[in-house]
């Protein structure tokens, strides 16, 4: 089946650093990528939209400047958190959709990112 | 207005029972999908069943089965023969349109089977 690969796993860092969080679909290309937020025992929050060669689209309340999206290729997505803060701390989760495929296909998700900042 | 309404947080089911989680959804378009996610405490999010919004039967996938019912904007997940592994967060998840839109997620119902 289709496999979404998200790395790091997990991530400790001090506040004021930058994290970059790569988002990877390894046997399919994916046009549009998806990045979430969840926290603890929560539903998932859409962030951002990830369209390949153009500029992401965020929803509403999702600071452009702090979570930097780039889709440089039809397999990779990539989230920056800049200047990271402990309220950021959070599981990231980022899913795709084949380029080509019926609208029952399932989003495939990649396995998260826990990011604790210290 | 909240799209998808999951209205249990928890739920407990005794093991090999069988086990009913509710949604139901709000779209104006005709053409939509309704997905279910199982999430176990490790967090990766598991594909578990579809169902159309033009498809005439309910879905099912093994232990998963979908009750559709189109008109009381209802797609409720049962799971049969409940397992000690079934215990996870599960999540409705709907998409309007064609693939490639987003899903909206519904708040979630955490399911606990008990021994």
């Known amino acids: 089946g289709a496999v979404v690969s998200q790395h790091p796993s997990w991530v400790i860092c001090k506040s004021g650093t930058s994290v970059k969080i790569e988002c990877r679909s390894l046997d399919f290309q994916a046009t549009t990528m998806f990045w979430y937020r969840q926290f603890p025992k929560q539903s998932l929050m859409l962030m951002a939209t990830s369209n390949e060669g153009s500029k992401a689209t965020y929803e509403q309340g999702v600071e452009k400047d702090k979570f930097l999206i780039n889709h440089a290729s039809l397999t990779l997505s990539t989230l920056t958190v800049t200047s990271a803060h402990p309220e950021d701390s959070s599981f990231y989760i980022c899913?795709?959709?084949?380029?080509?495929?019926?609208?029952?296909?399932?989003?495939?998700f990649g396995d998260g990112t826990r990011l604790s900042i210290l | 207005a909240q799209k998808i309404t999951q209205t249990q947080p928890g739920m407990f089911v005794q093991e090999k029972e069988a086990v009913t989680l509710d949604c139901t959804y709000d779209t104006s378009d005709p053409s939509y999908g309704l997905f279910w996610y199982k999430q176990p405490s490790s967090g990766e999010m598991i594909f578990l069943i579809y169902?159309?919004?033009?498809?005439?039967q309910n879905a099912t996938e093994g232990r998963y089965s979908l009750n559709f019912q189109k008109a009381r904007k209802s797609a409720n997940l049962v799971i049969s023969a409940s397992q000690l592994g079934d215990s996870a967060m599960y999540f409705c998840?709907?998409?309007?349109?064609?693939?490639?839109?987003?899903?909206?997620f519904g708040a979630g119902t955490i399911l606990r089977v008990k021994s």
């Open positions: 998840a709907m998409r309007e349109g064609e693939y490639g839109n987003k899903l909206v």
């Open positions: 899913s795709a959709d084949r380029l080509q495929g019926p609208s029952n296909q399932p989003q495939h």
């Open positions: 169902q159309g919004s033009y498809d005439q």
